[in-house]
């Protein structure tokens, strides 16, 4: 082989394994961060004193869409990178409940509950129990208020954290989305003062692109 | 007991190492120096390579055995200017390179195409010794060249020219202001809203009036809403929220109206202090 055909065929392979690579990883350059989570918002509220305190007694519903009822907590409008194909919303924040309240919580991104799926300890569809506690008060004769009025009933400053994931449709126009989170109370026993609270909360918002069977998917390991 | 074991595995390293090599004795004969010239003996068969070069650059042989191999050399510039004597009898490709490159930190790339049985050698870095330590493999986006991405922002496929804004702002900072100007009146939705969202990550400053023109009349909804959330700062884009409010999509009228609600809760906070 003569060397220039040598050198014809090692500047062939330079162009075909180092050149060519770079141009076809920068055809998806725009994804590069891809895997990463990436932060699209870090908010809190709830510091502001007693005054501060995010309450409900607004009751959760499944009908007519899950993840109906509930009270607003956070809403937010994010400009969401068009790489990214799933969303995750985490809520983390000390918990109260009173007379045996349940607290509720579900989240939805334009309008659709981050996951419309039914839980097993009889939340509504579309929410999820973060917080339970026997009303001890139903059980119990004399004279107990405890630290909220609530007497027995009550569940004080427990810390909850909850994060949804939720995959971008690809019908989905690429266009800003909004999140909302709801907090409800379940008032299994139609108690007086089933007020659910939360204080000190931050909510983060984070998206990242996943590859098809772990982007936000039912995992099918046998349940034990 | 402790100094017969230590004596044992000794032994037994010692009868490994000399297995190894007088395995390899058998099947290369080799001398790393001697004869007269370069006198390349032929070209490599199976990624056995023979070659003599006596008193050359390490650069010019490295090229040659490159060349000749189909290896690709990619040599520091502080490297290859000594020289030195060689010689190779099928010997193998990679320990040929070992040893005329012991001194220095070098990485070996095998690469596995589609139609090889087993991995080759492909390409060959040298550094000087002790550099090799602060290096690792990196994708493209991160080694190639600045002027090869700015070539990148001509080119026909948006993703491309997303992808290439992306990382001159990034590499470039605040000197990236004028290509962040052209790549806002890009044709494409994608990188008019990459460069926007890119460059406001990196607190490069935008001019108020792009700004607001961006906010009020680009015809993509995510860019409207970028330059919009930018102005959230500056309580004198009010006027810009307002009509924002009147914007076709929901999410930028939702943005202007908490926009507005933040200037308002500035403006009360400013009339207490006073």
């Known amino acids: 082989m003569s060397s220039y055909l040598r050198k014809a065929l090692v500047l062939i392979f330079a162009v075909l394994f180092v050149v060519a690579p770079v141009f076809e990883e920068m055809a998806q350059a725009h994804n590069r961060h891809s895997g990463n989570l990436r932060r699209l918002a870090a908010n809190f509220r709830g510091f502001e004193g007693i005054a501060s305190e995010l309450q409900t007694i607004a009751p959760p519903s499944g009908t007519p869409t899950p993840g109906s009822g509930g009270a607003v907590i956070y809403q937010k409008t994010l400009y969401i990178p068009r790489d990214i194909n799933v969303l995750f919303a985490t809520v983390t924040a000390g918990a109260n409940s009173h007379d045996g309240a349940r607290l509720m919580m579900t989240c939805l991104i334009d309008g659709v509950p981050c996951n419309p799926g039914q839980i097993a300890s009889g939340a509504p569809a579309g929410w999820v129990v973060l917080q339970r506690y026997a009303d001890y008060n139903r059980f119990f004769t004399g004279f107990f208020t405890g630290d909220g009025g609530g007497a027995a009933g009550d569940l004080h400053n427990n810390s909850i954290n909850y994060t949804w994931c939720t995959k971008l449709s690809k019908s989905w126009k690429w266009k800003p989305r909004t999140i909302t989170i709801k907090l409800a109370s379940f008032n299994l026993h139609g108690t007086i003062l089933p007020f659910v609270t939360l204080e000190g909360v931050h909510f983060f918002i984070d998206g990242a692109r996943l590859r098809g069977p772990n982007a936000c998917t039912v995992d099918t390991t046998p349940r034990p | ?274």
Not at chain 2, 159 to 178: F, M, W
Not at chain 2, 180 to 204: C, F, G, I, N, T
Not at chain 2, 263 to 274: G, K, V, W
């Open chain 2, 1 to 274: 007991m402790k100094a017969p074991s230590h004596a044992l595995i000794g032994a037994a390293i010692l009868a490994a190492l000399l297995t190894l090599s007088s395995l390899d004795a058998f099947s290369q004969t080799t001398q790393k120096s001697a004869p007269a010239g370069t006198a390349p003996v032929g070209p490599t068969k199976e990624n056995l390579l023979t070659y003599t070069a006596k008193n050359q650059p390490l650069q010019s042989i490295l090229n040659e055995i490159g060349d000749q191999a189909g290896v690709v050399m990619v040599v520091a510039d502080d490297v290859g200017a000594e020289r030195i004597s060689v010689e190779f009898k099928d010997f193998r490709l990679d320990e040929a390179f070992r040893q005329i490159l012991e001194d220095y930190d070098v990485f070996f790339y095998y690469g596995n195409e589609k139609n090889d049985k087993t991995a080759s050698l492909k390409a060959v870095w040298v550094y000087p010794a002790g550099l090799g330590q602060s290096l690792q493999p990196a994708p493209p986006e991160d080694w190639a060249s600045t002027q090869e991405f700015e070539r990148m922002l001509g080119d026909r496929d948006p993703e491309v020219r997303a992808g290439a804004v992306d990382t001159l702002i990034e590499r470039k900072g605040p000197q990236a202001g004028e290509l962040v100007m052209k790549a806002l009146r890009d044709d494409s939705e994608l990188v008019r809203a990459q460069a926007l969202d890119r460059a406001l990550s990196s607190d490069l400053d935008i001019p108020q009036a792009t700004l607001n023109d961006l906010a009020l009349h680009d015809t993509s909804v995510n860019v409207r809403f970028l330059a919009l959330e930018a102005l959230s700062e500056d309580p004198n884009s009010r006027w810009v929220a307002e009509q924002a409010l009147r914007d076709p999509d929901q999410s930028v009228r939702d943005l202007a109206r908490g926009l507005l609600r933040q200037f308002d809760a500035l403006d009360t906070a400013r009339s207490r202090s006073r």
